[in-house]
């Protein structure tokens, strides 16, 4: 597996983890009632959207590169 | 002596060498943090209901070092692929960007440990009643110490024995009610050393949660060092190889890569695990 590869995993690692942090701020928003936590929220679930477009960015750029 | 397999893949593994054998020791480190990812998880199960900590780490940073560490396998992945197009110049950039998150990171860490080793649980005996106190030490002198008290704390087997646990009873309550009323409104304590029983900093040996946190993320920065300092060696001395042997230099890069990716991948689990859940 070359670092293409690796680099998507890592990917889709970090979108899991977005995902995970948005449901767990607005949880903790739905618990406290703390701003700090909706704030958190918007931005986990913004910055999910900006690891897909970053994704697809990757794919372009890199597509002449091998994935071994 | 020529080192066979630096740049072209051997037929057997279809892989260059160095390939194969960063792939082998990345699969030993799963099993070494993977051991450790049980053994938290086998503490945690086997707490005291209502001991293990929550909110104890500062997840703005936490989440801030995230940041960084994700930067940086996006410069470490460019910097390659910068090499791939022939653009020394610019892997230059990335690979010096990718230093400077590793170094964001350990500082940012190192604000976090001593965030732990200046927070002290305090055991007093005034008569004949003990008081617990926590908080971080902001002062001390050879008579008496004082200590800002925290929002968050851990409950030790030692405090629990004091009657100062996660569920406040009887005249105990009282008193811990007493330091929870302190930490609200951010009062300074000042105890006589004179009184103090116990002393403790928020050190491995404070609680199982702080053992595996600074085992685990103290490990893992280790690595984080580790790696920096072979970039930093290809970004220095190392870099003239690209004059004579571009395609290895090249690999060289892509076999510090994968190390740091899988340095960042092994924090994406962390973060979590010891920040929010």
């Keep these: 597996m070359s670092l293409k590869a690796f680099h998507i995993v890592f990917v889709l690692a970090t979108l899991a983890l977005t995902l995970f942090l948005t449901v767990w701020a607005y949880q903790e928003f739905a618990r406290t009632q703390s701003s700090n936590h909706l704030t958190a929220a918007i931005c986990a679930a913004v910055t999910s959207l900006m690891v897909l477009v970053y994704g697809r960015f990757f794919l372009k750029k890199l597509k002449h590169i091998s994935y071994q | 002596m020529e080192i066979p397999y630096t740049v072209n893949a051997r037929k057997d593994t279809g892989l260059y060498n160095a390939k194969l054998g960063i792939w082998l020791f990345l699969a030993s480190e799963v099993m070494l943090f993977g051991a450790l990812f049980s053994a938290y998880i086998l503490l945690r199960v086997g707490?005291?209901?209502?001991?293990?900590?929550?909110?104890?780490?500062n997840v703005p940073l936490g989440t801030l070092n995230t940041i960084v560490l994700i930067v940086s396998s996006v410069t470490v992945v460019m910097a390659w692929a910068s090499l791939k197009m022939k653009q020394f110049?610019?892997?230059?950039?990335?690979?010096?960007?990718?230093?400077?998150?590793?170094?964001?990171?350990?500082?940012?860490?190192?604000?976090?440990?001593?965030?732990?080793?200046?927070?002290?649980?305090?055991?007093?005996?005034?008569?004949?009643?003990?008081?617990?106190?926590?908080?971080h030490l902001v002062q001390e002198d050879k008579d008496k110490i004082v200590l800002h008290p925290s929002a968050h704390r851990l409950y030790t087997a030692r405090a629990i024995a004091y009657g100062f646990g996660p569920e406040p009873a009887g005249a105990h309550a009282a008193a811990d009610h007493g330091a929870k009323e302190h930490s609200d409104k951010h009062e300074l304590i000042t105890i006589q050393r004179s009184t103090i029983e116990h002393m403790e900093n928020y050190g491995p040996k404070h609680h199982a949660y702080l053992a595996i946190y600074f085992t685990l993320t103290g490990l893992h920065a280790l690595h984080v060092i580790g790696g920096a300092i072979v970039m930093a060696f290809f970004f220095g001395p190392g870099a003239k190889m690209w004059k004579t042997n571009p395609e290895q230099f090249t690999n060289r890069i892509e076999i510090s890569g994968l190390f740091w990716h899988f340095v960042d991948l092994v924090w994406i689990f962390l973060f979590p695990v010891l920040y929010l859940l």
């Excluded at chain 2, 964001?104 to 649980?121: G, P």
């Design chain 2, 47 to 57: 707490a005291t209901p209502g001991t293990w900590p929550h909110g104890l780490l």
């Design chain 2, 89 to 135: 110049g610019k892997w230059r950039m990335y690979q010096g960007a990718t230093l400077v998150c590793a170094l964001i990171f350990l500082v940012i860490k190192s604000f976090e440990y001593n965030d732990k080793l200046t927070h002290y649980e305090v055991v007093t005996k005034e008569g004949d009643k003990f008081h617990v106190y926590d908080g």
